[in-house]
């Protein structure tokens, strides 16, 4: 080989490298910021929606992202712009998470949430309450107004008052479709559990998407991200807690590495610990994002039998967004990029 080539062909290889990263910046270069978020994953097929829900689901992520990638272009801080994203999507009813939560079995919304500071790794979560009108927003309080990281039921509803939290009635959580997803589960655990013989609470269930939401942020000082917030399992008992607010489960951060938020059948992701999971493969493996993500999700998950996604975003600015489902709403944008996605084919 001439040697004048041999620099060429090590750019070459370098170049080939960086594309196995999974989204990798076009110049490889930490970007300004980066942002991704989720809306939840499942059975999302496009064939059984329609033009108009295709169409509200876009442009609900959509303004998520810009109200996300406002705050980080303007040079605030990623926990601000997670924060404020994912008010929005407490907000939209479209989402199961915050208004357009699910039900419990006894008729209930009963909201969990959860933010993690990669700069400090400080954490806040909050789990099964029922009269916060933003429980990402109680998640913080918890994180940055107290010396905890997990406050449930009734003491995190006394903490939001106390902190001047806004709280809402029950109404302000319902929507039909999602009251209705629980009568079709009641009337047919009635008929196949005439006798009073448990059934199990996703057995029969009609919404077979996972709904939480959450997102991920890299800011302009380099410090990541991440918070996630849903209602939970449709027809859920006993007060149940899946993944999202178990730090480590479903949302982990650490400017070392990345910032990650899940999606999916709770219990799984809180025995695999995916969301720390996916931190450690880099942090102790060296694995690239995409590398990691990969592996937890469409390999330990699918052998285990756990369904469901993630979002992530890394202290460079890559993106990785693997699910093993049909579908996962979802989105990103850097500086001169961006795109939503819905079905796996996109």
Not at 72 to 94: F, K, N, Y
Not at 283 to 294: F, K, T
Not at 316 to 330: H, T
Request: charged fraction near 20%.
């Amino acid at each position: 080989m001439h040697l004048r080539l041999l620099p060429l062909l090590l750019l070459c290889l370098f170049a080939r490298c960086q594309t196995k990263t999974g989204m990798p910046n076009a110049n490889q270069t930490r970007p300004a910021y980066a942002l991704a978020i989720h809306g939840g994953a499942g059975t999302i097929r496009k064939a059984e929606m329609t033009p108009e829900e295709d169409a509200a689901y876009r442009a609900a992520l959509d303004t998520a992202l810009t109200i996300g990638e406002s705050i980080l272009r303007g040079g605030g801080s990623a926990l601000d712009a997670v924060t404020a994203t994912i008010v929005w999507l407490e907000d939209c009813p479209l989402f199961n998470a915050g208004r357009g939560a699910v039900f419990t079995h006894d008729g209930r919304n009963e909201l969990d949430a959860s933010i993690m500071d990669g700069s400090t790794q400080a954490a806040g979560a909050v789990g099964g309450v029922t009269s916060v009108k933003n429980p990402i927003r109680l998640a913080r309080a918890v994180m940055e107004k107290s010396p905890h990281v997990l406050l449930t039921g009734r003491g995190a509803e006394q903490f939001a008052l106390e902190n001047g939290l806004d709280t809402v009635p029950p109404e302000w959580f319902f929507t039909q479709k999602r009251w209705d997803a629980l009568q079709q589960i009641l009337a047919g655990e009635k008929k196949n559990a005439p006798q009073g013989r448990f059934v199990p609470p996703n057995s029969g269930n009609p919404d077979t998407k996972f709904g939480t939401v959450g997102c991920v942020a890299l800011d302009r000082e380099g410090h990541l991200a991440a918070a996630t917030s849903t209602g939970g399992m449709t027809n859920k008992r006993w007060n149940r807690l899946g993944d999202t607010p178990v730090i480590g489960a479903g949302t982990y951060a650490s400017d070392d590495a990345c910032a990650v938020s899940c999606t999916g059948h709770g219990e799984y992701f809180i025995r695999y610990a995916v969301a720390h999971d996916v931190w450690a493969r880099m942090a102790y493996g060296g694995l690239s994002l995409r590398e990691a993500a990969d592996q937890v999700v469409m390999k330990k998950l699918v052998e285990k039998g756990g369904e469901g996604g993630l979002i992530a975003v890394d202290k460079d600015g890559n993106i990785a967004l693997p699910f093993n489902s049909e579908g996962m709403y979802r989105g990103y944008a850097r500086p001169g990029e961006r795109k939503i996605m819905i079905y796996k084919a996109e």
